[in-house]
């Protein structure tokens, strides 16, 4: 009798490695492109929102420098009943009357538009939804500087003592830095400052006036005062040379704007502005209308600070009260913001259909720029 095991032996195929079908191939790869896609989003979204994060925190701390620097001063500024113009403030909405610095964008069309065309907007409740003109506030006025009275040899120096300076704030566009080869533009605020004095040698302060609107603080014609030394009166309105950057305070700065206000109890505020100018609409009724424009009663958009702020307040004095209270505001561009307006002031980058290059200008800064604003409040006591 043959005996036959009951243990049947594996078919050949089963014995043989199994391989991987079509069909589980195919959602292998899809699964995997997947995981990648996912991946690929959420690093970008990641790397896009460092990016942003990175250009807040940069234009951030330009801003909280130049509010800070504004703010030592503003509240260290100083005023005399003496007649004397010891504030003055301008919009420009020109680079014609400014700094003499502003070089002019490669293709000009694409620039920052004048202010018909988006950059003058003064009416707004708001100084963070503001715009003040092409080159922003041309703001200058008297402040105590911070210095140490003594030099090297702890003697006593005219030009470095805590004494009176006339400051200026302003922006500009011009070179990225002192290299006569960098041909690279940008926007800054500027901080110029005018010595106290070097007598004998070149006028300061001592030697020009306390009128900030004297032509020492203002003329362009560098005969008149050697403008081309940095720290004389002529700062006050050509901040140094074209290469020269030490009066630099904030980058990528595309508007500065100033407020000033008197107290005054009949306003719900308690303040009463007065630059940008008001609409007057009687001998003594001001109101904020249309900043600059009244058909009974025109005044233009500057400050000419030469009486007390107790003064009584008229149609014909009211721009030339010395502020209690002021509003600053400055837009910084984030990195991001800079390199796309450079791009685009440079011809590299086309506005889409249906927009003009004065909106599309804008788009990118509103896109890409943060405002900054800080109420502060003046000290200053007439003498």
């Known amino acids: 009798m043959v005996f036959r095991s009951s243990t049947s032996s594996p078919p050949a195929a089963s014995r043989r490695r199994r391989a991987f079908t079509l069909i589980e191939v195919l959602v292998a790869s899809g699964v995997t492109v997947l995981l990648v896609g996912f991946i690929v989003v959420i690093v970008s979204n990641v790397s896009n929102f460092w990016t942003r994060s990175s250009g807040s925190l940069t234009a951030g701390s330009q801003a909280r420098y130049a509010l800070d620097q504004l703010t030592l001063d503003l509240q260290s500024a100083l005023y005399r009943d003496d007649g004397n113009v010891w504030m003055a403030a301008n919009i420009l909405d020109a680079t014609t009357n400014a700094t003499g610095l502003w070089s002019v964008a490669t293709t000009a069309g694409n620039a920052k538009p004048i202010g018909a065309n988006g950059s003058l907007l ?3 409740d708001f100084i963070v939804d503001s715009r003040f003109g092409l080159a922003g506030t041309w703001l200058r006025f008297f402040t105590t500087r911070r210095g140490s009275n003594t030099g090297t040899s702890q003697v006593t120096l005219v030009n470095t003592v805590s004494s009176p300076v006339a400051v200026g704030y302003q922006i500009v ?67 140094g040379s074209a ?38 609409v009687g001998p003594t009724d001001l109101v904020t209308l249309r900043p600059g424009y009244s058909a009974n009663f025109p005044k233009p958009t500057s400050l000419l600070s030469s009486l007390p702020s107790s003064s009584p307040i008229t149609a014909l004095n009211y721009d030339t009260l010395f502020p209690e209270v002021a509003d ?56």
């Open 173 to 239: 566009r011009r070179r990225t830095s002192a290299a006569v080869t960098n041909l690279n533009t940008a926007y800054f605020l500027h901080r110029a400052e005018a010595r106290p004095a070097l007598i004998g040698v070149r006028p300061g302060v001592l030697e020009s006036s306390y009128t900030i609107t004297a032509p020492a603080y203002s003329t362009s014609i560098a005969g008149n005062n050697n403008g081309s030394v940095t720290g004389d009166p002529r700062s006050m309105r050509v901040p």
């Open 328 to 383: 600053v505001m400055i837009r910084v561009l984030t990195d991001e913001g800079a390199r796309l307006i450079a791009t685009f002031e440079a011809g590299r980058l086309t506005a889409p259909t249906g927009r003009s290059n004065a909106q599309y200008w804008w788009d990118l800064a509103l896109a890409n720029s943060k405002v900054y604003s800080r109420r502060i409040v003046l000290r200053a006591e007439p003498l």
């Open 243 to 280: 290469t020269n950057l030490d009066s630099i305070v904030a980058d990528n700065v595309i508007d500065f704007g100033f407020r000033g206000y008197v107290r005054d109890a009949s306003q719900p505020s308690g303040l009463r502005i007065i630059f940008p100018a008001l609409a007057v």
């Open 122 to 124: 003064l009416s707004n």
